[in-house]
């Protein structure tokens, strides 16, 4: 890390603090931490459509298909969205340290993470508000090919309090553009795929259904849902019998799209 050319960036990034340009420098000023090869800033909210307030890469894939995949649905599978809905505390996380036991195996992993070409990932995760959460998304991807070293990791986490601060300072009174909170996740799926397959999937089996497409074991989900590994697969089995499928594939195939509108 540069010292003097990141106190010299940290201090524009203040004076630009509720200004159009305040990404620009907040997203330099970053720059300096870790040495990562792309930036991504996402607010979350409760029930609601992520929005995207910065994104920052030389390699196209890794946003490639942000818009139109991701923000349509594949977000729901991302464990840093599932951080988000625990209403995990503010601190810095790494995706290897808190992704599902088997999340390299799982659609969502397949199917969109594995394609934006990154290999590692820390996020910062802010609260400026009870019901938003502000991950600042460090990634290295294809452009380095590494990873982060547990120095990086130490250097990054040193800065959390001022990462806090400026995400605070900044985003406070970001609001959702649309204040209709209806369903939740589960509630819909569990009508989407009655409405659609005639399906009707009880509580208890849209939430298997949910952390299975997350990438979670059978084990994992049994700790989650505090019933033993063994339910969890009574539950697994009655789950697709009920959608006549035997693979968690198909079951991506089924609900997923559902889910992206």
Not at 75 to 104: C, K, V, W
Not at 105 to 132: G, H, V
Not at 232 to 239: D, E, G, H, P, Y
């Amino acid at each position: 890390m540069n010292t003097d050319n990141s106190e010299v960036l940290l201090a524009e990034t203040i004076k630009s603090l509720k200004k159009n340009d305040f990404s620009v420098y907040f997203n330099q000023w970053l720059r300096t931490l870790a040495n990562h090869d792309n930036t991504t800033v996402l607010a979350y909210f409760r029930d609601e459509t992520p929005q995207i307030l910065l994104t920052d890469s030389e390699t196209r894939a890794v946003h490639q298909n942000m818009s139109h995949v991701y923000l349509s649905g594949a977000y729901l599978l991302d464990p840093f969205y599932e951080l988000h809905n625990s209403g995990a505390d503010t601190n810095l996380y790494r995706m290897s340290d808190i992704a599902p036991d088997q999340f390299s195996r799982n659609q969502y992993f397949l199917e969109y993470y594995q394609r934006t070409t990154i290999i590692d990932e820390i996020a910062f995760i802010i609260w400026p508000s009870p019901q938003m959460s502000v991950h600042v998304c460090l990634g290295r991807d294809v452009k380095s090919k590494r990873r982060f070293t547990m120095r990086e990791l130490s250097s990054a986490k040193k800065v959390l309090p001022i990462v806090e601060t400026l995400v605070c300072g900044h985003w406070e009174n970001l609001r959702f553009s649309n204040e209709d909170h209806g369903e939740n996740v589960l509630e819909r799926m569990a009508r989407l795929v009655a409405e659609t397959h005639g399906i009707n999937l009880t509580k208890r089996q849209a939430e298997v259904a949910l952390l299975v497409l997350r990438g979670h074991s059978s084990t994992s989900i049994g700790l989650r849902l505090g019933i033993s590994p063994q339910t969890v697969k009574v539950f697994r089995k009655q789950l697709y019998r009920k959608c006549n499928i035997s693979s968690q594939a198909e079951l991506f195939a089924l609900i997923t799209p559902l889910l992206v509108n």
